[in-house]
């Protein structure tokens, strides 16, 4: 996923296989740098990484953020796919320049004119979400999480958010567009609990409340065919409780100027 503010660096958020097509459209457009934020470093986050072709530019600069302890940590997660085995290049070997952070959730940091959040999602190994505000807009980005209240109790019975619910709904307070992971339907969730991924009603359900303004819904199960997401679709285009909810697609644009 990308934001972008006019004037400014881009925001990528992972690298997945998206990666390769969008690194080429960035140096199509004549960007200069990119801040790429890693919400976590599962494999699905990384594929993409190798192939994002501003690695290859030297005039093009690599921000790179991720969850951990320090810089070099971060550096050090990277260079465990690159590393000359599971991919033929290492990291010393990328013409780009790149510097690189570890973030903490809830602390913000800014990059160029975009403030932004870590927030603390639910995922085998740990994962974060990101708040990003900028230029009026406030944009958040929840891939890999399942909910943060177990079934019955907080947003997942219909009650109001409970425990770490309530410091999200907070960062997500009045945002304009939200994309939340909705890989399972509710009875997949319920027999994969542990797998860290969410469904549409937790995800509308906890953006209903934080007053967000579009919910996107986002990382589709592999197994669903266009068909299956042409009838998720259609059941949300209604929205929900007044707020839009769309599903997220491939090369799809978001217009938030308006």
């Known amino acids: 996923m990308e934001v972008q503010l006019p004037g400014e660096d881009p925001c990528v958020l992972d690298a997945g296989t998206g990666a390769r097509l ?3 459209e960035l140096l199509g ?3 200069r740098g990119v801040n790429l934020l890693f919400s976590h470093f599962h494999l699905d986050h990384l594929f993409g990484f190798p192939f994002f072709a501003p690695l290859f530019a030297p005039s093009f600069r690599l921000h790179v953020s991720a969850p951990g302890f320090s810089p070099d940590a971060t550096r050090d997660r990277l260079g465990r796919y690159l590393n000359g085995v599971l991919h033929p290049l ?3 070997d990328l013409p780009a320049p790149m510097d690189f952070a570890a973030i903490r959730p809830g602390i913000p940091f800014q990059r160029g004119a975009y403030q932004i959040t870590a927030v603390q999602l639910n995922h085998p190994g740990g994962a974060c979400g990101y708040v990003i505000e900028g230029g009026g807009r406030k944009v958040a980005y929840l891939t890999d999480t399942s909910p943060l ?5 907080g947003l997942s019975g219909g009650a109001a958010p409970n425990g770490r619910e309530i410091a999200l709904t907070k960062a997500l307070k009045g945002a304009d567009f939200v994309a939340v992971d909705t890989m399972f339907s509710e009875n997949e969730y319920l027999e994969k609990m542990t797998w860290g991924h969410g469904y549409p009603e937790y995800a509308a359900a906890l953006c ?3 007053e967000v303004k579009t919910l996107a819904l986002f990382h589709h199960s592999p197994d669903a065919t266009d068909a299956d997401l042409d009838r998720l679709s259609e059941r949300w285009a209604g929205g929900y409780d007044g707020m839009r909810v769309v599903l997220a697609r491939e090369g799809a644009d978001v217009d938030l100027e308006g």
């Open 22 to 24: 969008l690194g080429r």
């Open 29 to 31: 457009r004549k960007e």
């Open 90 to 92: 290492r990291m010393p």
């Open 149 to 153: 209240s177990r079934p019955g109790e």
């Open 208 to 210: 209903r409340h934080a």
